[in-house]
């Protein structure tokens, strides 16, 4: 902060003062600090008893304290214990001027600094300046003209005062901003990844509405038991990504039996000892529940088969029954290579797509019973044949 030096003599003064301190007969004169304004403080140090005197006078007249102390730590304390608005230094009993002037910088910043000279010379202004003082008064004072000083000094410091309070109230409302905005940023990023969170599920829920329905529209035109098995299996392919299929139906007599077969990767020639045992052991199980049942490893399964050797053996296997109100009218089982797999989505779909598969088969059931009273002809060998050469896309 800048600091102007104000050089003052009283070479010109009347003859006619009080005492030799100054003392003299105009008091009135200065303008008297604003009382709205608080008390103003001085802190006079390195003065003689003399100067003291004068200065207490001449201070208490304009309305401001003065506080005396000796060079050194005893000034340093005052300085660190009370904010004072000015501090006059005198060359009566203090050495180093400058110095002291840049501690009150640095330990009172908005306090102004006046050095009281014994003698005005080119020396001693030059070391107030450097020390950072605004003013240089020559000993003894004239009352009025330190008063009218004195009190334009303080205007000033109250002035880099108001302005050094404003910057701290200024720095505290922007810490307290800082902390508003990156607390309103943090909710807005939470709020902004809950609506991602939201939009994605509705976005997913959307979707699993269309394929539902695109899927409903396709089978409700397959009146016939092959055909809805066919389109059936290859749109849920589409969606799956290659894989081997087979379907299972239920039997009037309670036996389970293969519907249809689609060969990806392994021909029905040689899975037929795994869908053989799917349809008599597996199937009844997964009737009884509703779960989507994922077999990570099979091998142990199908080497009870005496298949160890085949590519079974390192086959994932997928399966879940097919619920029409509380009848399974079907049991699905997909299976490839486990280093492929299925991924967790997958029962998402498979969730919106098996019951629509099952409500087809109960209308298909219902059409074909109101004509002859039981389940449509199983499909003969010429048709399994057909299904055998199906390659999944």
């Not at 003064?13 to 301190?21: K, M, T």
């Not at 699993?208 to 409903?216: G, I, L, S």
Request: glycine letters at 6%.
């Amino acid at each position: 902060m800048g600091r102007d030096l104000r050089v003052g003599s009283n070479a010109n003064r009347s003859e006619d003062h009080g005492d030799s301190f100054g003392h003299d007969g105009d008091l009135d004169a200065g303008v008297p600090l604003r009382r709205e304004e608080g008390s103003a403080a001085a802190l006079l140090v390195g003065a003689s008893a003399g100067v003291e005197s004068a200065i207490r006078a001449a201070a208490t007249r304009a309305g401001v304290e003065v506080v005396t102390a000796n060079p050194g730590d005893d000034a340093r304390a005052a300085l660190i214990e009370r904010r004072f608005d000015v501090v006059l230094i005198s060359d009566e009993r203090h050495t180093a001027i400058a110095r002291f002037a840049q501690l009150v910088t640095r330990l009172a910043p908005s306090a102004k600094t006046i050095l009281l000279a014994k003698a005005m010379t080119v020396a001693t202004v030059v070391e107030a300046m450097r020390g950072g003082m605004i003013d240089v008064m020559e000993l003894p004072i004239e009352q009025a003209d330190f008063r009218s000083r004195l009190l334009s000094a303080i205007e000033r410091s109250r002035e880099d005062r108001d302005r050094e309070d404003r910057v701290h109230r200024l720095k505290g409302i922007c810490k307290k901003l800082n902390d508003a905005r990156a607390e309103v940023s943090e909710q807005a990023r939470a709020l902004s990844d809950d609506l991602r969170a939201v939009r994605e599920e509705a976005d997913g829920k959307l979707d699993d509405v269309a394929m539902t329905a695109e899927y409903r529209t396709l089978l409700r035109q397959e009146l016939d038991l092959e055909d809805l098995l066919r389109v059936g299996v290859e749109y849920l392919i589409g969606k799956t990504g290659p894989t081997n299929a087979a379907v299972f139906l239920p039997g009037s007599d309670g036996e389970w039996s293969l519907g249809a077969y689609v060969n990806y990767d392994c021909p029905r020639s040689v899975a037929q000892p795994l869908l053989d045992r799917l349809a008599s052991d597996v199937c009844p199980e997964l009737s009884q529940m509703d779960e989507l049942m994922r077999f990570e490893d099979s091998s142990d399964f199908v080497e009870s088969l005496g298949l160890g050797t085949t590519t079974l053996a390192t086959s994932q296997i997928v399966a879940w029954p097919c619920y029409a109100k509380s009848d399974c009218l079907a049991v699905f089982v997909l299976f490839r290579d486990s280093k492929r797999g299925f991924g967790d989505e997958l029962a998402t779909v498979i969730d919106a797509l098996r019951t629509v598969f099952a409500e087809q088969i109960a209308t298909v059931l219902r059409i074909h019973h109101r004509a002859t009273g039981g389940w449509p002809n199983e499909a003969s060998d010429e048709d399994h044949d057909e299904w055998d050469d199906r390659k999944a896309a």
